[in-house]
């Protein structure tokens, strides 16, 4: 029995996720931040958190050269930045969007939350690269709605 990539899509497509955009300023490398929907937590102790980079992405060797990042998670009325950090080769931050973290690492103003990491870990898997961040800071609006990723589109919490 042989699983299409479209099969296999379609059906990761029916997990609903958040959005966030993960921003950096690598050494080097003017601020930049990309739309993900890969990102999860996955240790307590010590804080680790992570999200999947497609290797093709033109951003990979930025990553690789990244000391700390930040994620950002979306809120509802945030589609629009979303699509804007998705596009191929336009990643350059705005200064009129971006604050300034306690590494120094450029984060999203106006974000349901922003979590300030240093690097841990990259593990290449498969056609992605498992990017692992220790959080070192956070800063959060907790009674903002989330922008929600569900099936190929965007939507809210009913
Ligand atoms: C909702 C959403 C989620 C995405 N999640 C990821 C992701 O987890 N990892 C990833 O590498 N790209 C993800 N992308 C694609 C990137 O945002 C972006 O489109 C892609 O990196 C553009 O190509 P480039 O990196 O070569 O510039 C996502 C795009 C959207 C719209």
């Not at 997990?15 to 690598?26: L, Y």
């Not at 050269?65 to 596009?87: H, I, K, W």
Request: charged share 20%.
């Amino acid at each position: 029995m042989t699983l299409s990539k479209q099969e296999f899509r379609s059906a990761m497509s029916l997990f609903p996720t958040g959005v966030a955009i993960i921003t950096s300023e690598p050494e080097g490398y003017s601020a930049f931040g990309m739309t993900v929907n890969s990102f999860t937590s996955l240790s307590l102790d010590p804080p680790l958190v992570m999200w999947n980079l497609q290797k093709s992405s033109d951003t990979y060797k930025a990553w690789h050269d990244a000391e700390t990042f930040a994620v950002n998670f979306l809120s509802a009325g945030q589609q629009e930045l979303s699509s804007q950090y998705a596009r191929k080769g336009e990643h350059d931050l705005e200064p009129a969007v971006m604050e300034r973290g306690i590494t120094g690492c450029p984060l999203l103003a106006d974000c349901l939350a922003s979590l300030e990491c240093k690097m841990h870990a990259r593990n290449e898997e498969g056609d992605h690269v498992i990017i692992i961040g220790e959080v070192v800071a956070v800063l959060s609006q907790p009674d903002t709605a989330p922008l929600v990723f569900h099936n190929g589109a965007y939507t809210e919490l009913k």
